[in-house]
């Protein structure tokens, strides 16, 4: 069935250093691409998006890439602050469907 | 923060009961799902619903129940079939291919 990888699973990364986690999707149809932080206890909230007519998209520290032919994107968070410690999850979608398949999470803790 | 309400926020409950945990949305969104997190773990999807009166399960639908009566409305049961009920549920809507809303959650406790 379809599926959604992520990994790693937990990232430990120091303030101020860069963290990266990524994905792998399986469904070749899948055309939108968010990526969810949830804090201890909170619910997932968006944090940036990508669909797949386009490669790269940025806002401030975090940035998105998509790699449609090998079906990868990837999350990139710089200077990584104390705050940015969270779970991460991934998750495909496909315009016109209304299912949604979840990474199974990444757990960032950054070290001050 | 983002017109969608879950209620309770907490709720205990006693082996062998039955449950229902209430979700609103005011988004004017089509679909609607639930998911429940296990502590340290990822979002397991339950059932989901494109439009009124109609539902899939999902990967974990075994012991819940759910309706839709109204688009603003997906209740769901947490029957006594249920084998370990005791978890955070998460309920969400939105539209086809875009962003999930997710309502604030409930941490259902059954002993």
């Known amino acids: 069935g379809e599926n959604v990888e992520q990994h790693p699973s937990t990232l430990s990364v120091q303030e101020g250093d860069s963290a990266v986690i990524k994905c792998t999707y399986s469904?070749?149809?899948?055309?939108?691409f968010p990526w969810y932080k949830q804090e201890l206890g909170k619910r997932p909230q968006l944090i940036i998006d990508i669909r797949s007519n386009v490669g790269e998209k940025k806002d401030q520290r975090i940035a998105v890439t998509l790699n449609k032919t090998a079906k990868h994107f990837s999350l990139h968070i710089t200077e990584t602050q104390p705050e940015d410690s969270a779970v991460y999850f991934c998750a495909a979608s496909t315009s016109g469907t209304y299912k949604y398949i979840f990474g199974t999470g990444t757990r960032l803790k950054v070290l001050a | 923060d983002g017109g969608i309400t879950q209620s309770p926020k907490y709720l205990f409950r006693k082996e062998g009961q039955n449950v229902t945990l209430s979700c609103e949305q005011n988004l004017n969104h089509d679909a609607m799902y639930w998911y429940r997190q296990d502590p340290g773990q990822g979002l397991r999807l339950i059932y989901y619903s494109q439009i009124v009166n109609d539902f899939q399960k999902g990967d974990i639908a075994e012991g819940y129940s759910v309706s839709r009566e109204k688009k603003e409305s997906f209740p769901l049961t947490v029957t006594s079939a249920q084998k370990n009920p005791t978890a955070f549920y998460l309920c969400?809507?939105?539209?086809?291919?875009?962003?999930?809303?997710f309502g604030p959650g409930t941490r259902l406790t059954v002993t």
């Open positions: 969400a809507s939105g539209t086809s291919g875009s962003e999930q809303y």
């Open positions: 469904d070749s149809a899948s055309n939108y």
